[in-house]
């Protein structure tokens, strides 16, 4: 189990893995309705898996740290990186999910659980916004962000 709920890059975990933080510490309803989008994208041959979930602090400031290193400015870095007072992730209410074909179905069919697409630029970012079956609100544009 990763205890700051990092998942390498270019992987994904299952939504049923209980042992790793990432699942284990997002907000129950938040998981609840992914878990049940997951059921029926299944079954129309669309598997959804976890890319990030819930994120320690420590984990969000590292990747924080890592994007100033990148563009060697922190007003440039917070363009992508969300410090870890503003994330959802650390508070376990975001998830990002993947592959494309996956994310694709839930910002199609999301709002059928209440999970909407947050960010215009972040297709894989999803947060519980609305009421099962209601309409989600347009995804906001905040500083062309990449990274919760």
């Not at 205890?3 to 997002?26: F, T, V």
Request: hydrophobic share 35%; aromatic share 6%; net charge negative.
């Amino acid at each position: 189990m990763s205890g700051d709920g990092s998942i390498p890059k270019n992987e994904s975990i299952s939504l049923d893995d209980n042992g790793h933080a990432a699942i284990a510490n997002l907000d129950p309803a938040l998981l609840s309705a992914v878990r049940a989008a997951a059921v029926d994208a299944a079954a129309r041959g669309v598997v959804l898996k976890v890319t990030s979930g819930w994120r320690s602090r420590a984990y969000q400031q590292r990747l924080l740290d890592e994007a100033i290193a990148l563009y060697r400015s922190e007003k440039e870095a917070l363009r992508w990186v969300h410090p870890p007072e503003k994330s959802k992730h650390v508070t376990g209410h975001a998830i990002d999910i993947g592959p494309t074909d996956a994310a694709d179905w839930l910002v199609r069919f999301g709002a059928d659980y209440g999970l909407c697409q947050t960010y215009t630029n972040e297709m894989w970012h999803f947060e519980l916004m609305t009421e099962p079956g209601g309409r989600c609100p347009q995804p906001d544009r905040p500083r062309d962000r990449v990274t919760g």
